[in-house]
């Protein structure tokens, strides 16, 4: 009988071990954690989708750890160190001084990034192929910079000098204006670059290139998205238009764009997430996806304000 009693407490033992265990670990559970650069509509909008994309692929079974580094790359780098050791089951960086924080943070944990023009150049990677090799992919920002290009000359066909604004620590920006520049110069414009440090010079620089320019192009650059009041308050002061590189940027301080949706940028990153948790997909042979459309569209106020017609076939922002 004390055999007996025995071997049913032992049985008892391990199964309520075994549903403690069950209880503490369930099944097909996931962490994100999406490390954002700065709040701005575009990187915004990113996020938003890549939400949406995993709430839709996986339910309640995600969990997401979100920051914002309020413009700061060091916080960037404590952030991506936070999620590492929180032993998080993906990353998603927001914008390429995150995406650079978070490959330096871990080379096991897969990273997506959205919001990112280039990822040759951002990784520094010689003979880009589309795939990083590594525990990173992701998804591209990337406007087609010709049709940009082409944008400009449409509306501005008499314009002889074209000002370049970006900020010098983005990368990104540099590779967009490096190959603007000579399909600008084959349309005949006179083409310089005017780079800010930071934030606080953004105004000045303005004011500079406003003085030597017909015409302003900023491409997808994070700060500039950032300091779009302060470039919009000198610039139409000053009578020059500017054609932005996405949508956010033009509708603080531009007056057209060939635009990306970021918001769908976003999904499909999430879409890629999807595949790599649910469905095991490798990351580092994931090629680097980009956004199937871009939209022509215009501020109305600025504009109306700088006396600019717009042909038909552009979309007013916010309609």
């Known amino acids: 009988m004390k055999k007996i009693t025995s071997i049913i407490c032992a049985l008892t033992l391990i199964f309520a071990l075994c549903s403690a265990s069950a209880l503490a670990a369930p099944a097909d559970e996931y962490v994100v954690g999406i490390c954002q650069l700065v709040q701005h509509p575009a990187l915004d909008a990113a996020t938003e989708g890549f939400k949406a994309a995993l709430t839709d692929k996986l339910g309640d079974s995600?969990?997401?750890?979100?920051?914002?580094?309020s413009g700061d790359s060091a916080t960037c780098s404590i952030i991506c160190s936070q999620f590492v050791?929180?032993?998080?089951?993906?990353?998603?960086?927001?914008?390429?001084?995150?995406?650079?924080?978070?490959?330096?943070?871990?080379?096991?944990?897969?990273?997506?990034?959205?919001?990112?023009?280039?990822?040759?150049?951002?990784?520094?990677?010689?003979?880009?192929?589309?795939?990083?090799?590594?525990?990173?992919?992701?998804?591209?920002?990337?406007?087609p910079l010709d049709g940009q290009a082409a944008m400009l000359n449409e509306i501005f066909p008499d314009a002889k000098?074209?000002?370049?604004?970006?900020?010098?620590?983005e990368p990104n920006s540099k590779f967009q204006?490096?190959?603007?520049?000579?399909?600008?110069?084959?349309?005949g414009?006179?083409?310089?670059?005017?780079?800010?440090?930071?934030?606080n010079d953004v105004a000045a620089v303005t004011q500079t290139v406003c003085d030597k320019c017909?015409?302003?192009?900023?491409?997808?650059?994070?700060?500039?998205?950032?300091?779009?009041?302060?470039?919009?308050?000198?610039?139409?002061?000053?009578?020059?238009?500017?054609?932005?590189?996405?949508e956010g940027l033009?509708?603080?301080?531009?007056?057209?764009?060939?635009?990306?949706?970021?918001?769908?940028?976003?999904?499909?990153?999430g879409e890629m997430a999807a595949e790599i948790l649910v469905d095991g997909a490798d990351v580092s042979t994931m090629e680097i996806r980009y956004a199937p459309t871009f939209t022509k569209k215009y501020n109305a106020a600025n504009c109306e304000t700088l006396g600019i017609e717009i042909p038909e076939d552009y979309v007013a922002i916010g309609e």
């Open 62 to 69: 995600v969990q997401i750890q979100e920051q914002n580094a």
């Open 85 to 143: 050791g929180d032993e998080v089951d993906l990353i998603l960086a927001n914008a390429t001084p995150a995406m650079l924080a978070a490959a330096s943070s871990t080379n096991e944990i897969p990273i997506l990034g959205t919001s990112i023009t280039d990822y040759g150049s951002a990784l520094a990677i010689d003979d880009w192929t589309g795939v990083t090799g590594t525990n990173i992919s992701g998804t591209s920002d990337l406007a």
């Open 161 to 169: 000098n074209v000002g370049i604004l970006y900020c010098s620590s």
């Open 177 to 187: 204006a490096d190959t603007i520049t000579p399909i600008l110069e084959e349309l």
């Open 189 to 199: 414009y006179t083409v310089s670059a005017y780079t800010f440090a930071d934030s």
């Open 214 to 246: 017909d015409v302003i192009y900023i491409p997808t650059d994070n700060t500039a998205a950032s300091c779009t009041e302060a470039i919009n308050n000198v610039a139409i002061v000053a009578g020059v238009p500017i054609i932005a590189g996405e």
């Open 250 to 269: 033009c509708g603080g301080c531009g007056v057209a764009t060939l635009s990306i949706s970021y918001y769908d940028l976003g999904y499909a990153t």
